[in-house]
């Protein structure tokens, strides 16, 4: 209920203010536990974005698959599609079309 998710919500924001000054490690361990237990609870998808914006400046480091990767669990644990590029993703789909197109019409 409310109280739990308010406990979680203090706990993502004591584990902040103590990843500021601490090792990535740490900060990595933390994030992974409270991912854990958001990923618990259903309709939690707004704590999982509270949280992902806590840690964005570690996440940030973080290669590009990282984020990828949590944006499939957000999509498998609570059907929150990733926000995409909407230029990229056009111009992804017209290169799709004329590539995947043309070799598929030629058979």
Same mark, same amino acid.
């Given at each position: ?12 924001? @004591?584990?902040? #203010? ?5 090792? %990535?490690? +740490? ?8 991912? !854990? @237990?958001?990923? #618990? ?5 707004? %704590?999982? +974005? ?8 570690? !996440? ?9 990767? %949590? ?37």
């Amino acid at each position: 209920g409310n109280l739990a998710d308010a406990i979680v919500v203090v706990n993502v924001n @004591k584990l902040k #203010q103590k990843s500021d000054g601490a090792d %990535l490690l +740490a900060s990595q361990i933390a994030f992974s536990d409270m991912l !854990l @237990k958001i990923l #618990q609870r259903q309709g939690a998808y707004p %704590l999982m +974005a509270k949280l992902r914006e806590h840690y964005n400046l570690m !996440l940030s480091k973080e290669d590009q698959s990282v984020q990828k990767k %949590l944006d499939l669990v957000a999509e498998m644990y609570f059907g929150v599609k990733p926000e995409g590029n909407t230029m990229q993703d056009m111009m992804s789909e017209v290169m799709k079309g004329f590539f995947g197109g043309s070799s598929s019409s030629l058979r």
